[in-house]
T-cell receptor, first 114, second 114 residues
Framework: DAGITQSPRHKVTETGTPVTLRCHQTENHRYMYWYRQDPGHGLRLIHYSYGVKDTDKGEVSDGYSVSRSKTEDFLLTLESATSSQTSVYFC?????????????FGSGTRLTVV | DQQVKQNSPSLSVQEGRISILNCDYTNSMFDYFLWYKKYPAEGPTFLISISSIKDKNEDGRFTVFLNKSAKHLSLHIVPSQPGDSAVYFCAATGYGGSQGNLIFGKGTKLSVKP
């Protein structure tokens, strides 16, 4: 999607290893989000950021940490990957809180933990 | 506890007919609602939204209806086209200065048959 890129697009990792996913935006939006999408669960919020170094937990934050040292980058780290973290991860950006202008999503990262 | 519910995991309609996707919510503080469309291997994209001060919003073939008393909204697609085949997510948020984030339903997979 224009203005937001996720890397890598696909990753296979072993149980117990740390993994970092990157979200990069060129829109200069203040708000950034990490969601995971799983069958039967829809999109669930993991963590979000409302500014540089300002982050907070979402609905399913256990086992994940985030960092935002620059406006354009929001990193999601799986501290010790487990099979239950096999999922598709989406980053989103927003220029306003509460989503009233909608979010712009990245294309996703498909993570498989074996 | 699910705050946004899409009770139909899938829907199949014939090309040219109307598609009606439903969404219910439980949080009376929600006052802005959005629909997102998602194709396989892509991120969700914004489709249409509605504020709680309205009961209808129309954009081309897409119309969203909101019934606040019933805490129910629906997305109508008329006429349906094969390219509309996708997963549709309903989302809700509160705003007015809050840090509320978008809460998504589980999605409804729409199949439009030629």
């Amino acid at each position: 999607d224009a203005g937001i890129t996720q890397s890598p697009r696909h990753k296979v990792t072993e149980t117990g290893t740390p993994v970092t996913l990157r979200c990069h935006q060129t829109e200069n939006h203040r708000y950034m989000y990490w969601y995971r999408q799983d069958p039967g669960h829809g999109l669930r919020l993991i963590h979000y950021s409302y500014g540089v170094k300002d982050t907070d937990k979402g609905e399913v934050s256990d086992g994940y940490s985030v960092s935002r040292s620059k406006t354009e980058d929001f990193l999601l780290t799986l501290e010790s990957a487990t099979s239950s973290q096999t999922s598709v991860y989406f980053c989103a950006i927003s220029e306003a809180p509460g989503g009233i202008y909608g979010y712009t999503f990245g294309s996703g990262t498909r993570l498989t933990v074996v | 506890d699910q705050q946004v519910k899409q009770n139909s995991p899938s829907l199949s309609v014939q090309e040219g007919r109307i598609s009606i996707l439903n969404c219910d919510y439980t949080n009376s503080m929600f006052d802005y609602f959005l629909w997102y469309k998602k194709y396989p291997a892509e991120g969700p994209t914004f489709l249409i939204s509605i504020s709680s001060i309205k009961d209808k919003n129309e954009d081309g073939r897409f119309t969203v209806f909101l019934n606040k008393s019933a805490k129910h909204l629906s997305l109508h697609i008329v006429p349906s086209q094969p390219g509309d085949s996708a997963v549709y997510f309903c989302a809700a948020t509160g705003y007015g200065g809050s840090q509320g984030n978008l809460i998504f339903g589980k999605g409804t997979k729409l199949s439009v048959k030629p």
